[in-house]
């Protein structure tokens, strides 16, 4: 039985209690200690024993399972308190999120350091029923969780989090921006060291470099030869100590990791300069050891900064292409969120984006919070009750007072929430952990053949070849290709209001085969001609009365109603029994008279007019008449449309009757066979899903009012936004609406970086191939081996940027 199985049926008879006080392991952290025991395992701590007592009790001992995994001792760990969590104001404060069914809250976790950590804490619904999500976020140290107040509290979940070993750092300031996350102080420290020693070492070993005799003055060659070792030790063992950590760790679980061969390097120039000094019969090779380890990290660090870097850009940008209608003295005024702050009074319409955190102003309203809590039911508030970030208003308009300003990380971080992305878009597996295996077997076989070959001839020179071999061949090309090319390119469109979820909705954009199109207010701009209303001669009081209903939606048919029939300021009239019915229509009860206003399938409408309008108009009861309109068709529609149609097949659907059907055939040049009409929600979902079933891959461009099933369901759903918060967390894309004659472009750009991403697989492969061919002859010093390996890695970053880069200067 190993160290961390947790089989019960161990027969006690075996057990030698000669050894209960003898050095044992911990069973949690792996230390040696003088072990409080019990029947089965050892611990140096109750701290130790209580943490794997409840990841046994839960099933999740396969923590201990991974190869990442590097634990600390609990015996020195203070208990910490948090019973100022039970204080309500203070609960306010720090959570993001409030309803009666789930909380959200994010934690700061700063003892997060490996893959084995990120496993734990995304299993915590396994630890208590009352958790139902939790998200590691690894760069910035922090964790989302999604949580029932009725069976955890604050306090309880922040104990749980200490309990088993990740205190958290609780922050006040929700809104508080954090910058760029500081790289580790280890890493830099572990550099500095191995620089320090690089250089030393160099100058310590200059007569050797000089060709001078060793008999010339042996005492000072002794002791250059100790200080070169003194400088070697703290280089091995502290600037090397994570790869030594993550080679162990792989060995114990048969996971042969890439960085085994750096330490069987390391190592092996250690041990032969170590003996070469002390026996006196060479100098040895402490400065190549410093150099190699040193340009490693350098490498790594390079890595890790840019990759950063490129994530800090993302976060704080200003994200989303929408806006919102702020309410000053002067009247209404159009505002992109950035400008929002604490304090401001913003108008919302039947589903707006709460871009903030607020408090209710006026009549009583619901909100589906279903962004944020994956819950699909209504939360009725009141007048002044709290209403929070990424809900959507559902209702008659309304306004709301901030109390928080515009965090656009927190929006982002709601869009890439788990409940919204979809199966087979995940981007390709890292390939290093797939060969890795593989990789390293190759290698080593490799390595070994040349040792033999070469030692029989020279085994100055079968020592060094053995060690270039395994210094030089790395596979890290395929690791950092897709995170540092896709990453610039997200990068890069976001700057030029072209914004993609993820990198696996960039990897989804390739395999694209079929488009299908929404029109009104997709491929049709808010302009509007040959606009006519037929039907009763209208008061001015019941145009005022259609003013009012139409001003309170933000469907593109709505203001398209508003703006045929305004005639100046609007009074507002009291408003009731408000209701928005999707792909349908409008109707409330406005002082005190019932109007309605959409479709055929709203409103009785005689047979002879059903064809004729675009939208019908009812007032108490009766039926006025309709208005008939063309819509103007949006810039740079048709080109994107004639480039789609060179990629695959195009659909154009469409919830209005088929009055425009030839206009539409005509101008776009598509068969009339593969425009469908009247075509509600759901028939929109089940139109992408026959196509799917067909096995084509599905690009849908939509506006994100009525056809977010259908954004959700296709394999790539885009949404056009014209200065509207009419976001959709189903999309996986949004695009300013000005950018539509860009897009060919800019999807070109985004199909044309995966070319990016195998051509830089295939230097990793002729790298590779060079390098051994070099080092398997003797001729490849470890040193310059080990510039080459970060070296290639730092070439395969920069490519990935300066390519991606240099090609978007043609969008």
């Not at 961390?4 to 044992?24: M, S």
């Amino acid at each position: 039985m190993t160290l961390f199985q947790t089989e019960k049926q161990v027969n006690l008879n075996n057990i030698n209690t000669a050894n209960i006080f003898a050095e044992a392991k911990c069973a949690h952290c792996g230390e040696l200690c003088l072990p409080i025991t019990d029947a089965i395992h050892s611990f140096c701590c109750e701290g130790c024993q209580t943490v794997y007592q409840i990841l046994d009790k839960n099933n999740l001992c396969a923590y201990y399972s991974s190869a990442d995994l590097a634990l600390k001792s609990l015996k020195d760990k203070e208990n910490q308190h948090f019973e100022y969590l039970d204080d309500v104001d203070l609960q306010n404060q720090i959570l993001f999120f409030r309803s009666p069914n789930v909380s959200r809250v994010r934690f700061d976790l700063p003892t997060i350091h490996c893959a084995a950590c990120i496993w734990l804490l995304e299993n915590l619904p396994r630890l208590n029923e009352g958790i139902l999500n939790s998200t590691v976020h690894f760069i910035e140290k922090e964790i989302h969780i999604s949580f029932k107040e009725s069976v955890i509290s604050l306090r309880q979940l922040a104990e749980l989090l200490d309990k088993i070993g990740y205190p958290p750092l609780i922050r006040l300031d929700k809104a508080q921006k954090k910058q760029s996350s500081r790289l580790s102080n280890d890493l830099i420290y572990q550099i500095g060291v191995a620089g320090f020693a690089f250089g030393n070492s160099m100058l310590f070993s200059f007569p050797e470099y000089l060709g001078l005799s060793r008999d010339s003055d042996p005492s000072i060659v002794l002791v250059l030869g100790y200080l070169n070792l003194s400088l070697g030790i703290p280089v091995l063992f502290y600037s090397a100590r994570d790869y030594f950590i993550s080679a162990w760790k792989g060995l114990k679980i048969r996971d042969y990791n890439l960085d085994i061969p750096i330490v069987v390097g390391a190592t092996t120039l250690f041990v032969r300069s170590a003996y070469e000094i002390i026996s006196q019969t060479g100098s040895g090779y402490m400065d190549s050891l410093a150099g190699f380890l040193f340009f490693l990290l350098a490498g790594k660090w390079f890595q890790e900064r840019t990759y950063k870097q490129i994530a800090f850009d993302r976060d704080y940008q200003s994200y989303f292409p929408i806006a919102t209608t702020k309410i000053t003295a002067e009247g209404l005024e159009n505002i992109s969120l950035p400008k929002l702050k604490k304090g401001d009074e913003i108008l919302l319409k039947n589903g707006d984006l709460i871009p903030a955190d607020g408090l209710l102003n006026g009549t009583s309203t619901s909100i589906d919070y279903s962004f944020v809590s994956g819950e699909a039911a209504l939360i009725p508030v009141i007048k002044g009750e709290k209403v929070y970030a990424g809900g959507k208003w559902n209702g008659q308009e309304g306004s709301i007072f901030l109390s928080e300003s515009v965090s656009q990380s927190y929006l982002t971080q709601l869009w890439n929430d788990p409940a919204f992305q979809k199966e087979g878009n995940n981007v390709r597996v890292q390939l290093t952990g797939q060969i890795s295996k593989y990789f390293t077997f190759t290698l080593f076989t490799i390595a070994i053949l040349t040792l033999i070959y070469w030692y029989s001839i020279d085994k100055s020179i079968a020592l060094n070849a053995f060690t270039a071999v395994l210094i030089v061949a790395c596979p890290c090309a395929v690791a950092l290709s897709v995170p540092f090319t896709y990453g610039n390119v997200l990068r890069i469109l976001g700057k030029k209001h072209f914004f993609i979820k993820n990198v696996a909705a960039v990897e989804a954009i390739s395999n694209i085969d079929t488009f299908v199109f929404d029109k009104t207010g997709t491929i049709t701009s808010s302009q509007i001609q040959q606009s006519k209303y037929v039907g009763k001669k209208l008061s001015v009081y019941e145009r005022k009365l259609i003013l009012n209903l139409s001003s309170s939606s933000t469907h593109p048919v709505s203001k398209t109603i508003y703006d045929f029939f305004y005639q100046g300021n609007v009074q507002k009239l009291k408003m009731t029994g408000w209701e928005e019915k999707i792909g349908k229509g409008l109707k409330a009860v406005i002082d005190h008279h019932k109007i309605n206003i959409g479709s055929s399938q709203w409103i009785q409408v005689p047979v002879e007019d059903r064809e004729k309008g675009n939208v019908f108009i009812e007032i108490d009861g009766t039926y006025t008449g309709y208005l008939s309109y063309q819509r103007t068709w949006r810039e740079g529609a048709a080109p994107f449309m004639n480039w789609a149609k060179s990629k695959g097949e195009t659909y154009i659907l469409s919830g209005d009757n088929d009055n425009e059907k030839d206009n539409l055939s005509q101008y776009f040049n598509i068969p009339i066979e593969n425009m469908y009409f009247k075509q509600t929600p759901t028939d929109k979902l089940a139109f992408i899903k026959v196509l799917q079933l067909k096995g084509r891959k599905v690009f849908m461009l939509g506006d994100g009012l009525n056809d977010a099933g259908a954004l959700r369901q296709a394999n790539f759903g885009m949404v056009i936004s014209e200065n509207q918060n009419n976001f959709t967390p189903a999309s996986d894309a949004i695009l300013a609406a000005s950018k539509l004659d860009k897009l060919a472009a800019y999807l070109s750009y985004a199909i044309k970086s995966k070319k990016l991403v195998y051509l830089a697989y295939g230097f990793a492969l002729i790298y590779n191939a060079i390098g051994l061919y070099f080092a398997v002859q003797g001729t490849l010093s470890p040193v310059v081996a080990a510039i080459l390996m970060p070296t290639s890695s730092i070439t395969v970053v920069i490519w990935g940027l300066s390519t991606t880069t240099i090609f978007a200067r043609k969008l």
